[in-house]
């Protein structure tokens, strides 16, 4: 069984920075394309960004520039580094992977940016 447990989140202040972690078990981590979701409320879950295991990384456009997302496969961490954050940036926070054609997501941990 594949679990993924997301941590980091809080209350910061617009133009802050916070780094989220997402560390999974039950899965060869080395070879799985990572994502991070989120999810305003309100608001439809939307992708953030994927690692995939080459370490290459795509990011939606309203993050890009801002955000970075990183492995540690020794780890079996993803992480989210994000930085100028917006109120916009509010929201629950999921990491999600793909293994043997299931999804797997993490329970989300909060981001409150406030303005």
């Known amino acids: 069984q594949v679990y993924l447990v997301e941590s980091g989140g809080g209350l910061v202040q617009a133009g802050g920075s916070l780094k989220l972690s997402c560390r999974a078990s039950?899965?060869?981590?080395?070879?799985?394309?990572m994502n991070w979701y989120r999810q305003a409320p309100g608001k439809q879950r939307e992708l953030v960004g994927t690692?995939?295991?080459?370490?290459?990384?795509d990011y939606a456009d309203s993050v890009k520039g801002r955000f970075t997302i990183s492995r540690d496969n020794a780890r079996t961490t993803m992480s989210l580094q994000m930085n100028s954050l917006k109120p916009e940036d509010t929201g629950v926070y999921y990491c999600?992977?793909?293994?043997?054609?299931?999804?797997?997501w993490g329970r989300g941990t909060q981001v409150t940016v406030s303005s």
């Open positions: 999600k992977t793909t293994w043997k054609s299931r999804d797997f």
């Open positions: 690692i995939f295991s080459s370490g290459n990384t």
């Open positions: 039950g899965m060869n981590f080395g070879i799985a394309a």
